[in-house]
């Protein structure tokens, strides 16, 4: 389930910082690097998904501590209020500090889910297997 948390920051902001502390964070982002094959097995390998959701809460513990940046105490409280009413895991969409965040929830627990997170923007969506594609809008073409 995404959400927009209704504040938004600027990612270079983020990343900068991120980028500074590479060479200290070589661990973290190794394990970081596994958990994709981790993920890889799991959805390909027919595995419960919920597993999956464990293992983007597992990734969140550990990018939070890639940056002073990458959180704050209002993403810090809207991702432990989605864990305590059904999202497994979760995560910040970019590079961290506001913007979108992802929530994995099993279906049945989504309406009320829903619910309990009313004050931030639901956006719904699908996979589609054709990847990114350009939309082109321009304001003075009638469409």
């Known amino acids: ?3 927009f948390t209704g504040f938004s920051r600027y990612a270079s902001v983020v990343a900068e ?3 500074k502390s590479i060479s200290k964070k070589t661990k973290e982002l190794k394990e970081m ?3 994709v094959g ?3 097995d799991i959805l390909g390998d027919g595995q419960p998904l919920d597993a999956f959701g464990k ?3 597992e990734s969140w513990k550990i990018k939070r501590t890639l940056s002073s940046r990458i959180t704050t105490s209002r993403i810090d409280d809207i991702y432990e209020t989605a864990r305590r009413h059904g999202a ?3 995560k910040v969409l970019g590079a961290g500090g506001g913007g979108f965040m992802l929530f994995f929830v099993k279906p049945d627990h989504q309406p009320d889910f829903k619910k309990v997170m009313k004050d931030l923007l639901y956006v719904p969506f699908k996979f ?3 990847g990114s594609q350009i939309i082109y809008y ?3 073409t009638n469409f």
């Open 138 to 140: 321009r304001p003075d």
């Open 55 to 57: 293992l983007l809460h």
């Open 33 to 35: 690097y596994a958990m």
């Open 88 to 90: 497994l895991g979760g």
């Open 1 to 3: 389930m995404l959400y």
């Open 17 to 19: 910082e991120q980028v």
């Open 128 to 130: 589609d297997e054709l």
């Open 38 to 40: 981790e993920a890889l």
